[in-house]
Nanobody, 122 residues
Framework: QVQLVESGRGSVQTGGSLRLYCVAS????????LAWFRQVQGKEREGVAT???????SYADSVKGRFTISQDNAKNTLYLEMNSLKPEDTAMYYC????????????????WGQGTQVTVSS
């Protein structure tokens, strides 16, 4: 079992920045595909970014160039650096982990965090 705990929730104005954190209960990095998702109430969850075992990253078109996914193996922590935030980035953000080499937000993730709210006001 792996527990994931997000933090870094906050409210910012358009153009602002936030960093989200996802701490794993044990070392899972270099073994798991890691991802950030977001969901607005009443809408489908969407993939935001992934980072694979080899460090390869991918981003949704809507966040490319503004968001950065990274990890600190020593701290068992996954990050999402969010810059130039827009009101449409407002959502509940979730981190997720799935064992294996293939990494895409289209795979079934077994482990999920509880979510952390990000609100961007205009």
């Amino acid at each position: 079992q792996v527990q994931l705990v997000e933090s870094g929730r906050g409210s910012v104005q358009t153009g602002g920045s936030l960093r989200l954190y996802c701490v794993a209960s044990r070392s899972i990095y270099n073994q798991y595909c890691l991802a950030w998702f977001r969901q607005v109430q009443g809408k489908e969850r969407e993939g935001v970014a992934t980072i694979g075992i080899d460090g390869t990253t991918s981003y949704a078109d809507s966040v490319k160039g503004r968001f950065t996914i990274s990890q600190d193996n020593a701290k068992n922590t996954l990050y999402l650096e969010m810059n130039s935030l827009k009101p449409e980035d407002t959502a509940m953000y979730y981190c997720a982990a799935q064992y294996g080499q293939y990494c895409s937000w289209r795979i079934d993730f077994r482990y999920w965090g509880q979510g952390t709210q990000v609100t961007v006001s205009s």
